[in-house]
């Protein structure tokens, strides 16, 4: 079970990590990614490898067509959506492809067809053996209306008849005629997500499902480093010396005065070793923070242990929020862009 703090979020975010059914992951060795739930089991049940392919990228969160933004994963078949109450939803990867390629789709005037069915909504016809394929594997919800007559393509050393559709591309391959495979589906997933979504990294098995957690955009990994780094408790809070990024970053953890701030460090030996008269010293890097505020500031309260060296996973993510979480522990510290942008997560049992 997991248990989840974020300011206004606590009970909504506590309740979602709880559930009874516990979140699943899967990881492939072929492309070095994971797949957990809920994506992971709209995978498996709509047709798994044979569909969608393996996954090309970690979940992050995606702005779709200018409209919708959300956790998305890449596929070499498909991008996968998670809308949340609505469910997953696959992308519409047939329309994207034909942007892409500088020939977006036009209203069809197809005529009718005998064995054929045609679709008013756009204009075209689908005749076998993609309209079998169509009908048996999910029609509109799996495929989309039909985006484009059929037509002879080259696709790498392949050519051959293949039509698009709103969310597919449909390949007939006549040398497999009476198998499974006389009709595939295109591999639009590697093909449009290069163009579509930044190169994204991998979280640490200890942070998966963070995405889908956080309630700020992350965006991409860009990167995962092994650091040591001065650590200090305080009452309400914790403070870090993070030296890959030279930032003190300190946060207060205790609902409702979830906050942070990011302060650029400008410590040196020069500067004194200590910055507080109490009896446990606030020092160096983190101490010339605090000082340059101020002092500790009220909400962080009183300091409860010294200045300890750590050492700490910290992910950096496209948006510039990091994660920070130390080693063995079961706490994520995530800090966004924004001062109201931090999310205390504890994982675990």
């Not at 959506?81 to 034909?98: K, T």
């Not at 909504?121 to 048996?136: D, H």
């Not at 522990?329 to 942008?341: I, M, N």
Request: hydrophobic content about 40%; charged content about 15%; proline content about 6%.
């Amino acid at each position: 079970m997991r248990r989840v703090f974020a300011g206004v979020l606590v009970v909504w975010l506590l309740l979602g990590w709880t559930s009874t059914s516990a979140a699943r992951t899967r990881c492939f060795a072929e492309t070095g990614f994971c797949v957990s739930d809920p994506i992971l089991a709209y995978w498996e049940k709509n047709g798994g490898l044979a569909v969608f392919g393996y996954p090309l990228g970690v979940l992050h969160d995606e702005t779709i067509e200018g409209t919708w933004r959300g956790p998305t994963q890449w596929f070499e078949r498909d991008r996968l959506e998670d809308h949340g109450a609505q469910g997953v939803l696959a992308g519409r990867l047939g329309a994207l492809a034909r942007e892409r390629q500088g020939r977006p789709w036009q209203q069809g005037s197809d005529a009718q067809a005998a064995g054929c069915r045609y679709f008013d909504v756009t204009g075209y016809t689908v005749c076998e053996p993609f309209l079998s394929y169509w009908q048996k594997n999910g029609g509109v919800m799996r495929f989309g209306y039909p985006i484009t007559a059929r037509q002879t393509e080259s696709l790498g050393d392949w050519r051959g008849e293949v039509q698009y559709f709103e969310r597919r591309r449909m390949e007939w391959h006549p040398e497999f005629a009476g198998t499974p495979y006389e009709v595939l589906l295109g591999r639009l997933g590697a093909e449009t997500m290069t163009v579509s979504s930044p190169s994204c990294g991998q979280l640490p098995a200890s942070m998966h499902g963070l995405v889908t957690v956080v309630p700020f955009d992350v965006s991409c990994v860009t990167a995962v480093d092994q650091v040591t780094a001065p650590y200090q408790t305080f009452q309400n809070g914790v403070a870090f010396f993070v030296a890959n990024r030279n930032e003190v970053i300190w946060l207060t953890t205790v609902f409702p005065q979830n906050s942070y701030q990011r302060v650029v460090n400008s410590w040196t030996p020069a500067d004194p070793d200590a910055y507080s008269a109490g009896p446990i010293a606030v020092r160096q890097q983190i101490g010339k923070a605090l000082a340059s505020v101020g002092g500790i500031p009220s909400a962080l309260g009183t300091v409860l242990s010294e200045a300890t060296l750590t050492p700490v996973t910290v992910v950096q993510f496209a948006s510039g929020a990091l994660a920070i979480q130390i080693n063995g522990h079961e706490t994520v510290y995530v800090v966004g862009t924004a001062p109201d942008q931090t999310i205390t997560i504890t994982t675990g049992p």
